[in-house]
């Protein structure tokens, strides 16, 4: 076992020594730093005791709620390994996430009862069902009560499993795949830490000791709200590092974002900072600031992480007026490389207008295929790379891995393919990835995915979908559709159809007829034409 920092380790220690400190609140439900320890057993115990191996997988089938990080919190206890699931997903596309982790147990609402119960017999290799009780559905004889479980670590005490805990124990999210089926990057936690940890002012030493940790951590932490889903890194991230920091995370009570919910909470918990995905999240936030500009006292919170889709230089202003002393903090990075660039924008800042502009991390440079390294204002292009904290990899793809995680002149680099050019002042000029990825909303969707889906319409010979501008969600989707001759095109009948195949998110906000979308030869399509026609097209609408 390799030394360094185990996340178990860290939120244990924070639980000896704030133990009456409140770890996570929602609702009218909260729990101490103790509570979260002690029921983080009962999970453990529980999982443990249906079998679970060491670093076996365990799925997160939950919207944002406290049994989120605190069965996370059991399952790093136990030396299991957390993996994200996209509670969007359709049947096949859950059962290709579990079936591809390798899941031993499934922690899911009791909203999913009725799909987790059909989707059993397809995902065998999960033995343990856990099922938390969200006022929907009675527990089913085949699962375990969350809160039974959780209550059992009363006369248990600490889990110590026979295989103990490592710097090298896993954290895997699932992302999307350049063919849209998700892939697993593993982050050993140890590089998860030193990773979010690398912005800090005063860094914890690379090798743990307790002496300089409770130094650095003197007293209970920030609340935090993850406004983004905890099922993905943006909200994942900021909120697993915010129990580093023995603060509290307070997480909405609504499954769908509602800023009126977000701006109460923030007031009534005092908040003190939020993570976001770009003006999907800020531009209604604003919108229901200006609307009633009296109505919420937001001055507790300080800082704004974005992550995943720029946000607009007009709405960082916008959200100055009602709380001048924001720190908004747009992160460039991927589930494969966190903190590759970032923009910190202030009411000091705010002025220059535009777009944000990222500056490198320490870490971070831009490469040319070939491994060259583009140098400032010489209008050259390459992919954003970044060495250093990087995961291990994807889960059982070592080809993709390969492609990804580079080894050149003896220095590792994690390239998730953002493309871009160093401008004469050091920032970056973005791109977009190699890929035709679609970023809608913080989520990525690939367009072979949902052109594929189309296709099995019985009206459509073949389709092209790409992603057009869109001032909330960053990207929309857009999909051209040739039709089998003598057929018309229905859109709502397509936009549904989609959706019966794939999560609702990946299916097009418009679909338009198209004589041909102009396959080459080769079968590739110039996706380039295919925006402007797209454009094209709803501009004339």
């Known amino acids: 076992m390799t030394a360094g920092w185990n996340l178990a380790d860290i ?9 009456d400190s409140i770890a996570q609140v929602q609702g009218d439900r909260s729990y101490t730093w103790a509570e979260f320890d002690r029921r983080a057993d009962g999970i453990a115990h529980a999982l443990l005791h249906g079998g679970a191996q060491q670093q076996d997988k365990v799925a997160h089938y939950l919207y944002n709620c406290p049994e989120y990080l605190e069965s996370m919190f059991g399952m790093y206890k136990a030396a299991l390994v957390p993996v994200n699931t996209n509670y969007r997903y359709t049947d096949d596309e859950l059962v290709y996430l579990w079936d591809n982790s390798d899941a031993v147990a499934v922690v899911f609402h009791g909203t999913f009862t009725a799909r987790c119960d059909r989707l059993r017999q397809r995902v065998p290799k999960v033995h343990t069902w856990i099922w938390v009780d969200d006022r929907s559905e009675p527990c089913p004889d085949w699962a375990i009560d969350y809160e039974t479980a959780a209550a059992s670590a009363t006369d248990t005490g600490r889990v110590s499993a026979p295989w103990g805990r490592s710097a090298d124990d896993l954290y895997i999210l699932y992302t999307g795949g350049t063919t849209g089926m998700p892939k697993g990057v593993m982050w050993r936690q140890d590089d998860m830490v030193g990773s979010l940890d690398a912005p800090s002012k005063q860094p914890l030493p690379t090798l743990p000791g307790w002496d300089a940790f409770d130094a650095r951590m003197g007293k209970p932490g920030p609340r935090n709200l993850p406004a983004a889903p905890l099922m993905h890194g943006t909200g994942a991230f900021n909120a697993m590092w915010n129990l580093v920091l023995a603060g509290s995370v307070v997480t909405l009570t609504g499954r769908h974002f509602d800023p009126v919910e977000l701006l109460d909470t923030i007031q ?141 002149d003896g220095v590792r680099w994690s390239i998730p393919g953002d ?60 999909a051209l559709v040739e039709p089998h001759p003598g057929d018309t095109i229905d859109e709502a009948a397509l936009i549904a159809h989609v959706r019966l195949h794939l999560a609702a998110f990946k299916s097009p906000k418009r679909v338009f007829a198209i004589d041909t979308i102009g396959r080459a030869a080769n079968g590739k399509l110039n996706y380039a034409a295919l925006k402007e026609e797209a454009l094209r097209r709803l501009t004339a609408t």
């Not at 939120?11 to 133990?19: I, Y």
């Open 11 to 19: 939120w244990e220690r924070n639980a000896d020594r704030f133990p």
């Open 268 to 408: 009534h918990h005092r908040v003190n900072s939020i993570s976001i995905v770009g003006d999907a999240f800020a531009k209604p936030i604003l919108k229901a600031l200006d609307a009633e500009p009296d109505r919420w006292d937001i001055s507790s919170l300080r800082v704004v992480v974005s992550s995943g889709v720029i946000w607009a230089a007009e709405t960082k202003a916008g959200l100055l007026r009602h709380n001048a002393r924001l720190i908004m903090i747009d992160s460039l990075g991927s589930s494969e490389a966190i903190g590759m660039a970032s923009n910190t924008t202030t009411a000091d800042s705010v002025g220059g207008g535009g777009t944000a502009k990222f500056s490198l991390g320490p870490n971070t440079k831009v490469l040319t295929e070939d491994g060259r390294e583009v140098m400032a204002g010489t209008g050259e292009r390459g992919r954003v790379a970044l060495r250093g904290r990087t995961p291990v990899g994807y889960y059982k793809d070592e080809a993709k891995s390969a492609s990804t995680f580079i080894l050149h």
């Open 419 to 478: 493309w871009a050019e160093v401008e004469a002042d050091g920032t970056l000029k973005l791109y977009g990835r190699g890929s035709q990825c679609i970023n809608t909303g913080g989520e990525k969707v690939y367009p072979e995915e949902v052109e594929e889906a189309l296709k099995t319409h019985p009206t459509v010979n073949d389709a092209a979908v790409v992603g057009v501008p869109d001032d909330r969600f960053g990207e929309a989707i857009t």
